[in-house]
Nanobody
Framework: QVQLVESGGGLVQPGGSLRLSCAAS????????MAWYRQAPGKQRELAAE???????TYVDSVKGRFTISRDNAKNTVYLQMNSLKPEDTAVYYC?????????WGQGTQVTVSS
């Protein structure tokens, strides 16, 4: 079992930055692949970025060059640095830990990009 708690969401103006954090507990964090998903109002949840347990990263095209996913295994935490934010980035952002068919989700944190 893995428990995940996201933080760092909020209201930001277009062009601004936020850093989301996801703190994990309950199991060996370093063995899990980690991902950030997002769900905008009226839309399906979509993958934004993921990082493997070896640190390999992938991004959806819409966030490439603006978002950076990273992990600190010593702190059992994964981060999502979001720069040059756009109104279309507005969504609830969810953290996921996964490996070998097991999936664990956090409760989500709201990000609103608006002037």
């Amino acid at each position: 079992q893995v428990q995940l708690v996201e933080s760092g969401g909020g209201l930001v103006q277009p062009g601004g930055s936020l850093r989301l954090s996801c703190a994990a507990s309950g199991s060996i964090f370093s063995i899990y692949h980690m991902a950030w998903y997002r769900q905008a109002p009226g839309k399906q949840r979509e993958l934004a970025a993921e990082i493997t347990n070896r640190g390999i990263t992938t991004y959806v095209d819409s966030v490439k060059g603006r978002f950076t996913i990273s992990r600190d295994n010593a702190k059992n935490t994964v981060y999502l640095q979001m720069n040059s934010l756009k109104p279309e980035d507005t969504a609830v952002y969810y953290c996921k830990a996964f490996k070998s068919g097991y999936n664990y989700w956090g409760q989500g944190t709201q990000v609103t990009v608006s002037s």
